[in-house]
């Protein structure tokens, strides 16, 4: 597929999806989620690590509006069931990990997009915003899901029926992201969070991944069971091998990915 609405680099085991409409701030069209679900496809058979951001000021300011699947008495459950639905999943189950650099406006379906990621990184400048509400309609994408699981229910109803800013440093404090970084060191902080996921050990990663999204399925004792599991097959890998050469060498692993 030929991109037009994002902009995809592989390098070095990393890949770099950015949203690439500025001049819309990176609204979502039918042909953007096409796009982007495609990248990050793409880029988890290339790529150890995976790195979602924003051309410009904004990070994505969720549905297009303006777009032509948006006008006249657009089928929002069509839209959601076969545009976004597959966007999301191809973030949320991308078997290596992914952040969301956050920077800038985060609002609607595009608050949701970075927080279907691992991890969400946001320069100080950023906010997030539920702005359904404004519109009469939910949190969708996922909104429902994610903020009552990250900050709990009492600030997700908060942030859904008020749809006021969450700054990017309250979206911190209160669980909803991973960190808020100064504007000043934003680029080369995720830049070297990344590169360390990249050159990490893929598959113990991949575990973390697998037994900490399945714990709200779980009771103990499966968690425990599962955490058995994934640990035997983490053991049985490469870089398992080599961490533990390298601790008793006492030099840093030089992980493969496998």
């Given at each position: 597929?030929?991109?037009?609405?994002?902009?995809?680099?592989?390098?070095?085991?990393?890949?770099?999806?950015?949203?690439?409409?500025?001049d819309k701030?990176?609204a979502?069209?039918?042909?953007?989620r096409?796009e982007i679900t495609?990248?990050?496809?793409?880029?988890?058979r290339?790529?150890?690590a995976?790195?979602v951001t924003?051309?410009?000021p904004?990070?994505?300011?969720g549905q297009d509006?303006?777009?032509a699947s948006s006008?006249g008495k657009?089928d929002?459950?069509r839209?959601?069931?076969d545009e976004?639905?597959?966007?999301?999943?191809a973030?949320?189950d991308?078997?290596v990990p992914?952040?969301a650099?956050v920077?800038?406006?985060?609002?609607?379906?595009?608050?949701?997009?970075a927080?279907?990621a691992?991890?969400?990184?946001?320069t100080?400048r950023a906010?997030f915003l539920q702005a359904?509400?404004r519109i009469?309609?939910?949190?969708?994408?996922g909104?429902?899901?994610?903020?009552?699981?990250q900050m709990?229910?009492?600030?997700?109803m908060?942030?859904?029926l008020f749809?006021?800013?969450?700054?990017a440093?309250q979206?911190?404090?209160?669980?909803?992201i991973w960190?808020?970084?100064?504007?000043?060191?934003?680029?080369a902080?995720w830049?070297e969070?990344?590169?360390y996921l990249?050159?990490?050990?893929?598959?113990?990663?991949?575990a973390?991944?697998?037994?900490?999204?399945?714990?709200?399925?779980?009771?103990?004792?499966?968690?425990?069971a599962?955490e058995?599991h994934?640990q035997?097959?983490?053991?049985r890998?490469?870089?398992f091998a080599?961490?533990?050469?390298?601790f008793l060498?006492?030099?840093?692993p030089k992980?493969?990915?496998?």
């Amino acid at each position: 597929m030929e991109y037009e609405a994002v902009l995809l680099d592989i390098t070095d085991d990393l890949a770099v999806l950015t949203l690439n409409r500025p001049d819309k701030m990176n609204a979502l069209t039918t042909q953007m989620r096409a796009e982007i679900t495609h990248a990050m496809k793409e880029s988890a058979r290339h790529a150890r690590a995976i790195v979602v951001t924003g051309a410009g000021p904004a990070f994505c300011s969720g549905q297009d509006l303006g777009d032509a699947s948006s006008t006249g008495k657009i089928d929002l459950e069509r839209a959601l069931r076969d545009e976004y639905e597959p966007m999301l999943e191809a973030i949320y189950d991308c078997p290596v990990p992914t952040i969301a650099a956050v920077n800038g406006a985060a609002a609607g379906a595009g608050a949701n997009l970075a927080l279907c990621a691992d991890v969400v990184i946001a320069t100080e400048r950023a906010y997030f915003l539920q702005a359904f509400a404004r519109i009469g309609l939910l949190p969708d994408a996922g909104g429902t899901w994610f903020m009552p699981r990250q900050m709990g229910i009492a600030k997700a109803m908060g942030a859904a029926l008020f749809a006021d800013k969450i700054s990017a440093r309250q979206a911190d404090d209160w669980g909803l992201i991973w960190e808020a970084v100064s504007d000043d060191q934003f680029d080369a902080h995720w830049r070297e969070r990344a590169a360390y996921l990249a050159n990490g050990p893929t598959a113990g990663f991949r575990a973390i991944k697998q037994a900490i999204r399945g714990t709200y399925d779980r009771t103990l004792p499966k968690q425990l069971a599962a955490e058995a599991h994934l640990q035997g097959e983490c053991g049985r890998t490469r870089d398992f091998a080599e961490g533990v050469v390298a601790f008793l060498e006492k030099r840093p692993p030089k992980f493969e990915g496998r």
